[in-house]
């Protein structure tokens, strides 16, 4: 044991060091990411040289875009020859690729205030922390959408609610005697609700009316918004109930179920449609106009809750039978198993399938150009692309339409990810 | 029992099924507007303008009937309708008229049980090739790659024209006319078959269209014409001198500017019969005596629609060449109105 003479005592801390440039920060996450090797070094070069390739060329195009003359051969003689996209179009027909040619545009008001207030009637449904009163807007909703895009008078949005109300209360009295009892009764007081209302709302048409606009005025993206919102929501209790009848024990809900269920998966979406344009058409007296929109919701809703049907019955069958046996075992029925122990999983686990379907299906809305109705697809198709002073643009147009289908479906999508997270209920 | 009833219904269904065909006219009346079938969009013929209102050739048609019917060119209901829809459309009775470019084939006319009325413009199927290729011929297109319209009758033309004339071809199947616009342009096809009226829109489209010459040639014959339902002949009637009312009023020079003078009398008896100063001839036609008068007015003869919406004068630029009278060369020939 030698002792030293020279004491040093370190007194104080040294102060940290920046690591080494290159084992951290950028240079480092560059190095790590992006140049690991020699074959992750070459892929990073090209697909630099790709991306600079496509900046280079579409940047000039964005750049030294025309706005704001009023045709094509106008803006070819702005450009002179040089690169450049024609963009008059959209601030010249904006208005018909959002709403159509036909809607008056004085009223362009109320579908844009029924946009804003669909985001106010969803947000209770799809975030569970906002306040359940909110839920009330909800259920009133549709009808106040349908008063605002359709005009008329208010009085029959406010039957048809009515109507809904009575019944849901008549449903609620007969309970006791049965589901099947209430929910006959509950059927038969709407109905006799609408009828009744039917005369009130037919004699004072002018009560709180807006301008009516009909049907066949209705495009561009509005319609495709209308399907799309209407036909989702319609199609998911639906296919509920079909997933359930396919499961039933009682033969003829069950056969009618997978009849309709593989007969409707069977046929192409687009041949349903042209049956709602041309088909019904022959079988209808003559001279009866039944509404074109509502005849495409109906095929469209049809199509969709079959597909949405066999999402929710994989669901179901993906429960264990122990659920289903506990759901017994604690004297619950049929519709309090199904509403408080099955669905609330099942629906869980087919989340991932029902927003697949619902954003394949709002992609599908724009089938309906095919029949001649004018939604956004249709709009740029025809009318736009027909017009004189547009014919010939196209990059615009269509990227125009991509953008506004992309914003939608990547919302929907980051939405149903973003569940997925919050309803985690897994053991891991 | 039961079999006699359904018997029963069916016969009254056929009975008013008939009863509703056989008066268009007073449906039309009743109802105050015009259903009228359109193209979704063509250009030059039908297509709605920045304000939303229709324009075009074969609108004038519309307007034309609507003002001599209901007397107001603007009642008029305008049925968009697909190539594939605009059939059914008619037959159903959705529309009361179908004035869409359609060619008057006999089973179009015979087995589809329709009226074609008359002739609004006489079509032909034409090649547009660009200059550099130093064409000059159709018949120089041997070997050629084709851009054509699938499932049309310009694809069956096209292959009767290259066997007659012993020559090769190799088709490029398109979908729509807006899809050939790009396809030919990048040079994905050599030459764009199509009916001469759309080559002339589609060239006018181009950035540089003195690039693209349209060949001689004319290959098939392609008239366009509105049309009715059978079994309404009545109705068919009033489409029918509509139009010639609209073609008799360029040949007797009777225009949407001289109209209200001469409608006061005239010289020509057959001015005075069209425009209702002498003679009954509206009244025969379950009208009243001006009808040809406000049809005229709507959109002015069949000479100013062409002018206004496809003539030379127009990005189109379409000549008259057989759509001109008769007493020019031209194939228009109305029938004397007397």
């Known amino acids: 044991m030698s002792k030293s003479d020279i004491a040093f005592v370190r007194r104080e801390m040294l102060p940290e060091k920046a690591p080494p440039a290159t084992a951290a920060g950028p240079i480092k996450w560059v190095r790590d990411n992006l140049f690991p090797g020699p074959i992750n070094t070459v892929m990073t070069l090209l697909a630099i040289y790709f991306i600079y390739q496509i900046v280079s060329g579409a940047m000039p195009w964005f750049l030294n875009g025309v706005w704001t003359t009023s045709s094509l051969a106008e803006c070819r003689e702005v450009l002179q020859g040089a690169t450049g996209g024609c963009f008059s179009v959209l601030t010249e027909r904006w208005n018909q690729l959002l709403f159509g040619f036909q809607y008056p ?84 007081a709407v109905v006799l609700v609408w009828w009744l209302g039917g005369f009130v709302s037919a004699a004072a048409s002018e009560t709180l009316a807006l301008t009516p606009v009909p049907s066949r005025d209705m495009g561009g993206f509005m319609l495709n918004m209308i399907l799309g919102t209407v036909c989702v929501s319609l199609s998911l209790p639906f296919g509920i109930l079909l997933a359930l009848g396919r499961q039933s024990d009682m033969p003829i809900i069950k056969w009618i179920c997978v009849i309709f269920i593989e007969f409707i998966r069977g046929v192409p979406l687009i041949t349903l449609l042209f049956v ?153 | ?67 001599a019917v209901l007397g107001d060119p603007t009642a008029v209901e305008f049925v968009p309708t697909t190539g594939k829809t605009r059939f059914t459309a008619l037959a159903s009775g959705e529309i009361d008229l179908l004035a869409r ?33 130093g064409v000059t011929s159709a018949k120089e297109l041997d070997g050629a790659t084709v851009c054509i319209q699938t499932g049309t009758t310009t694809e069956l033309n096209l292959a009767d024209f290259f066997r007659v004339n012993n020559i090769s071809y190799e088709p490029v199947p398109i979908e729509t006319n807006a899809e050939a616009q790009p396809l030919y342009l990048e040079g994905a096809c050599d030459v764009y078959t199509t009916d001469a009226s759309g080559l002339a829109a589609t060239r006018a489209a181009f950035e540089n269209p003195s690039e693209h010459v349209i060949l001689p040639e004319i290959i098939s014959k392609e008239p366009l014409g509105p049309l009715v339902r059978h079994g309404d002949s009545e109705w068919g009637d009033i489409a029918r001198w509509t139009l010639n009312a609209l073609i008799a009023a360029e040949e007797y020079g009777v225009t949407s500017a001289n109209i209200a003078e001469l409608a006061n009398g005239t010289d020509n008896p057959e001015i005075n019969r069209l425009l209702g100063t002498e003679g009954t001839l509206g009244e025969m036609l379950g009208l009243d005596a001006e009808w040809a008068k406000r049809a005229i007015m709507a959109g002015g003869n069949y000479g100013e629609l062409f002018e206004k919406n496809i003539g030379e004068n127009t990005p189109i630029g379409l000549s008259r060449g057989l759509n001109a009278q008769w007493t020019e060369g031209g194939l228009l020939y109305s029938p004397p109105f007397r």
């Open chain 2, 101 to 133: 470019n359609t060619t008057w084939t006999f089973s179009r006319d015979v087995d589809l049980k329709f009226e074609f009325v008359g002739v609004n413009y006489y079509d032909g199927q034409g090649f547009m090739v660009p200059k550099s290729l």
């Open chain 1, 105 to 188: 545009s004085e009223q362009y008001w109320r579908p844009t205030l029924a946009f804003v207030l669909l985001f106010v009637a969803v947000a209770p449904v799809l975030f569970v922390a906002l306040p359940r009163k909110l839920l009330i807007f909800t259920g009133l909703y549709p009808f106040i959408a349908f008063w605002l895009i359709w005009g008329g008078t208010l009085l029959v949005p406010l039957v048809a609610l009515i109507g809904l109300i009575v019944g849901y209360v008549v449903f609620l009295r007969f309970e006791t005697k049965g589901f099947a009892t209430a929910a006959l009764t509950g059927v038969v």
């Open chain 2, 1 to 67: 029992m039961k079999k006699t009833v359904i018997l029963g219904a069916l016969t009254i269904a056929g009975l008013s099924a008939g009863a509703a065909a056989a008066a268009t006219l007073d449906d039309v009346k009743a109802r105050g507007k015009l259903n009228c079938g359109v193209t979704t969009g063509l250009v030059g013929f039908a297509a709605p303008d920045a304000n939303g209102e229709w324009q075009g050739f074969d609108v004038g048609v519309c307007r034309a009937v609507a003002a």
């Open chain 1, 276 to 428: 709602a344009n041309v088909v019904l058409a022959y079988f209808l007296p003559p001279g009866s106009n039944f509404d074109l929109i509502l005849r495409v919701i109906i095929m469209i809703t049809m199509f969709a809750s079959a597909y949405i049907a066999e999402v929710i019955r994989g669901g179901l069958a993906a429960l264990p039978r122990g659920q289903y046996e506990a759901a017994d075992s604690l004297g619950l029925d049929y519709a309090q198993s199904m509403r408080l122990i099955i669905l609330p999983q099942a629906l869980k686990i087919s989340i991932p399938g029902i927003v697949n379907v619902s954003v394949g299906l709002f992609k599908d809305t724009t089938l309906v150009s095919v029949i001649s109705m004018f939604d956004l697809v249709g709009m740029i198709r025809g009318p736009i692309l027909a017009a004189t002073e547009w014919n010939g643009v196209y990059w615009e147009l269509w990227g125009f339409a991509v953008v506004l289908f992309f914003v939608v479906c990547y919302g929907i999508s980051q939405y149903s990810q973003w569940l997925e997270r919050q309803l985690q209920r897994d053991h891991r």
